[in-house]
T-cell receptor, first 115, second 113 residues
Framework: AQTVTQSQPEMSVQEAETVTLSCTYD???????LFWYKQPPSRQMILVIR??????QNATENRFSVNFQKAAKSFSLKISDSQLGDAAMYFC????????????FGKGTKLTVNP | DVKVTQSSRYLVKRTGEKVFLECVQD?????MFWYRQDPGLGLRLIYF???????EKGDIPEGYSVSREKKERFSLILESASTNQTSMYLC????????????FGPGTRLTVL
């Protein structure tokens, strides 16, 4: 069974600085999808960024980018120019390609942004 | 915009009560999911459904059942609520392709006394 590990329960960053959240996963599959979700306090979870495993190029979405290292099974999220609104729980998630549509989530990293 | 709604934001029930949590999505998604979120444990999948009247067990189905009679609605049922089912419950939906994101509802915080 696939597992997702987020080794940093909590992180903090100064406003306008850059922070990297770590995620590693364990799988025997070669094709899969990886996601980062954001859950702001008392608000709905939303997708931040996704990566298809067959793509070598790292995904980017404005200030958010990933460092996808397939051989190392690592999928870190970099947030540049951090803003107060980035404060949230961040969850890394894995989904197999085809078959079950279910996501396997990590335990989350709580990000605090200091003014 | 995709909208996933849940019937209650907060719910307080007594041990042994039958509890219904309702989830509705308005985007004609094939897949619907129920998760439980607990501090330090992340999100754990209880059940999911990929079509009307179809369901599959997730990682922690014990003590729960589900119903999907219509495509837009997915219900989570606690047959006899227990205190260890006090938690945040999140519903999500998605189209049927693996690369598609799941859209989440606002969550229901259930307290069982």
């Amino acid at each position: 069974a696939q597992t997702v590990t987020q080794s940093q329960p909590e992180m903090s960053v100064q406003e306008a600085e850059t922070v990297t959240l770590s995620c590693t996963y364990d799988t025997s599959e070669s094709d899969y999808y990886l996601f980062w979700y954001k859950q702001p306090p008392s608000r709905q979870m939303i997708l931040v960024i996704r990566q298809e495993a067959y793509k070598q190029q790292n995904a980017t979405e404005n200030r958010f980018s990933v460092n996808f290292q397939k051989a190392a099974k690592s999928f870190s999220l970099k947030i540049s120019d951090s803003q107060l609104g980035d404060a949230a729980m961040y969850f890394c998630a894995y989904r197999t390609q085809g078959g079950s549509e279910k996501l396997v989530f990590g335990k989350g990293t709580k990000l605090t942004v200091n003014p | 915009d995709v909208k996933v709604t849940q019937s209650s934001r907060y719910l307080v029930k007594r041990t042994g009560e039958k509890v219904f949590l309702e989830c509705v999505q308005d985007m004609d998604h094939e897949n619907m999911f129920w998760y439980r979120q607990d501090p330090g444990l992340g999100l754990r999948l209880i059940y999911f459904s990929y079509d009307v009247k179809m369901k599959e067990k997730g990682d922690i189905p014990e003590g729960y059942s589900v119903s999907r009679e219509k495509k837009e609605r997915f219900s989570l049922i606690l047959e006899s609520a227990s205190t260890n089912q006090t938690s945040m419950y999140l519903c999500a939906s998605s189209f049927g392709q693996s690369y598609n994101e799941q859209f989440f509802g606002p969550g229901t915080r259930l307290t069982v006394l």
